[in-house]
Nanobody
Framework: QVQLVESGGGLVQPGGSLRLSCAASGFTFGMYAMGWFRQAPGKKREFVAA????????GYAESVKGRFTISRDNAKNTVYLQMNSLKPEDTAVYYC????????????????????WGQGTQVTVSS
């Protein structure tokens, strides 16, 4: 069956870094664009970053541009989110998601466009 398993979350001080990983199985990873979303307590889930199935095109929320980098390794069926210069407002549960795309360069920023979701990993930024 389809599985998306996030890992790499944890507690980090402001200004620190974390790398999240999302391991995919049960579907043809190379045919899917991937995204990262997050949900802070009491807030709606929001878009963070996305990457096309080819890995050529990426997109970011304004709040993370220049600090976060999304990447993927299609040989390992894994997508990553490198998070640098973390801030307390980055504290949230981070989810990865997958969406089948027709074009290799496409990606999506809307959560309702995604087909599959992981269970999430907690990221806490605090001193």
């Amino acid at each position: 069956q389809v599985q998306l398993v996030e890992s790499g979350g944890g507690l980090v001080q402001p200004g620190g870094s974390l790398r999240l990983s999302c391991a995919a199985s049960g579907f043809t990873f190379g045919m899917y664009a991937m995204g990262w979303f997050r949900q802070a307590p009491g807030k709606k889930r929001e878009f963070v970053a996305a990457i096309s199935r080819s890995g050529i095109n990426t997109g970011y929320a304004e709040s993370v541009k220049g600090r976060f980098t999304i990447s993927r390794d299609n040989a390992k069926n894994t997508v990553y989110l490198q998070m640098n210069s973390l801030k307390p407002e980055d504290t949230a549960v981070y989810y990865c998601a997958a969406v089948r795309t027709l074009y290799s360069g496409s990606y999506y920023t809307g959560q309702y466009q995604y087909d599959y979701w992981g269970q999430g990993t907690q990221v806490t930024v605090s001193s």
